[in-house]
């Protein structure tokens, strides 16, 4: 598949992409209200209700199948992105479907269902793992990184911010440092293994923002040093 994909951004607006599809390629768009032009034949274009398991991961009713050849146009909120991934075979990764903006035709899903201890550490009772050859888009707040698990030294990483783990990573909720630190941080996923962690680097970014547009130096100390300052003192 050759996919072509075009980015505009801009800080106030957002972000719009623009898919460029030759004749014969085809992509599974997941947010179907998202796109605002089009340009191609009108069949080139197919909604049509997923299936249960694609239901209840995604909270959703309605995938719109595209066709090339043609052109479209997506939407995106301000401070969010869309990250392609090519895929070539299999992949240890289990992503969160609510990530996942769309997929090219030969990628197939199969589902995983977690431990009880892993639902309970994650909030979420499926994840999915890609098999195939092609292009899946993730949906992302700011830039996505990448770090090595190692089977015996831990990786902390914002529960928040994680995209996809490894199917073999062992996890852990937790925060840590010392006790000021482990009181005002968000819990944290701490994980060993073998593979890759995916992670979104603007999650926190609007936190940043408020400290240093809304707060003065003493109301900020004084959130940060009196126990339940954040809620406390707004």
Do not use: W
């Amino acid at each position: 598949m050759n996919l072509s994909i075009l980015e505009h951004a801009s800080p106030d607006s957002g972000q719009a992409v623009t898919f460029l599809l030759e004749q014969g390629e085809a992509m599974h768009f997941l947010h179907p209200e998202q796109i605002i032009a089009y340009r191609g034949p009108s069949d080139g274009r197919s909604d049509r209700l997923m299936n249960i398991k694609g239901m209840y991961r995604k909270k959703k009713l309605i995938q719109a199948d595209m066709r090339g050849s043609c052109s479209f146009t997506a939407a995106l909120p301000p401070g969010y992105s869309v990250k392609p991934i090519e895929l070539a075979g299999g992949s240890d990764l289990l992503y969160d479907l609510r990530h996942l903006f769309f997929y090219s035709s030969g990628i197939t899903m199969k589902t995983r269902i977690l431990s009880a201890k892993n639902m309970l550490i994650t909030r979420d009772a499926v994840k999915v793992k890609f098999a195939g050859t092609g292009t899946i888009g993730v949906l992302t707040e700011g830039m996505v990184l990448e770090a090595e698990l190692h089977p015996d030294e831990p990786l902390y990483v914002d529960a928040g911010s994680v995209i996809a783990y490894p199917e073999n990573a062992k996890l852990d909720l937790t925060v840590y440092g010392n006790t000021l630190a482990s009181q005002h941080m968000n819990y944290h996923f701490k994980m060993t293994g073998v593979g890759t962690v995916l992670f979104q680097a603007g999650h926190r970014s609007s936190h940043l923002e408020k400290d240093l547009n809304n707060d003065g130096l003493i109301k900020r100390v004084l959130r940060e040093i009196i126990p339940f300052g954040g809620v406390i003192i707004k």
